[in-house]
């Protein structure tokens, strides 16, 4: 166990609509990183945040969106959704944004309909 | 950006010995990771490279050249359990917003068979 836990662990949804995704880092992490893992293309980064704010986006789309709240936990949202965006989600932690030691939650896995 | 080589899949016997191979071109470099992943689980840490050489942790050993671009994953005394997939990512240099980059490799399947 990683410490980093996400919710929910899986879900199924439909074309067009919206949903959020929730990570919540190891005690006294503040840095927060998004991937998508799809079959065909490994882990893509999606966005990075430090203690409540952004630094860095990957390959996001703009339908996806996301924050980290005043207590360290972040949401990652994505709407419009696609067939193409059913993927494993996993958030990562780390102690600080060098990113040297990331510890991975379970994920959650996204299948659209 | 960053381009990252691995084979897709490998299969090896219990007890022996196997090599994971990644190659990368990078335009910035700050490290290099090993993660393993079973199937449907999140990755987990194995190793980090950042300077010439070999580093050794218990049956698994991490290679790396920077002037190769080059590292490799050594196994050794395969176990049954070791059948994942493992994982190479590089490490940009910070862009200058204070965050640094993971890229990964698309994975590495190792099927270990008795």
């Known amino acids: 166990d990683s410490g980093v836990t996400q919710t929910p662990k899986h879900l199924i949804t439909a074309t067009g609509q919206r949903v959020t995704l929730r990570c919540s880092p190891r005690?006294?992490?503040?840095?927060v990183y998004w991937y998508q893992q799809s079959l065909d293309q490994g882990l893509q980064f999606l966005i990075h945040?430090?203690?409540?704010?952004?630094?860095a986006k990957g390959n996001i789309l703009e339908r996806f969106s996301a924050q980290q709240f005043p207590d360290l936990h972040s949401e990652l949202n994505l709407s419009s959704l696609e067939l193409g965006d059913s993927a494993l989600y996993f958030c990562?932690?780390?102690?600080?944004?060098?990113?040297?030691?990331?510890?991975f939650g379970p994920g959650t896995r996204l299948l659209v309909l | 950006g960053q381009n990252i080589d691995q084979p897709t899949e490998m299969t090896a016997t219990e007890g022996a010995i196997v090599q994971i191979n990644c190659t990368y071109q990078?335009?910035?470099?700050?490290?290099l990771f090993w993660y393993q992943q079973h199937a449907g689980e999140a990755p987990t840490f194995l190793s980090y490279?950042?300077?010439?050489g070999l580093e050794e942790k218990g049956r698994f050993s991490s290679f790396l050249s920077r002037s190769k671009g080059y590292s490799y994953l050594l196994l050794k005394e395969l176990q049954m359990k070791d059948s994942a997939s493992y994982l190479c990512?590089?490490?940009?240099?910070?862009?200058?917003?204070?965050?640094?980059?993971?890229?990964f490799g698309k994975g590495t399947k190792l099927s270990v068979i008795p």
């Open positions: 990562a932690s780390s102690v600080d944004p060098s990113g040297r030691s990331l510890y």
């Open positions: 005690s006294g992490d503040l840095s």
């Open positions: 945040y430090y203690n409540g704010e952004e630094r």
């Open positions: 990078t335009s910035g470099f700050n490290g």
């Open positions: 490279n950042v300077l010439d």
């Open positions: 990512a590089v490490r940009d240099k910070d862009s200058g917003a204070g965050s640094y980059q993971l890229t």
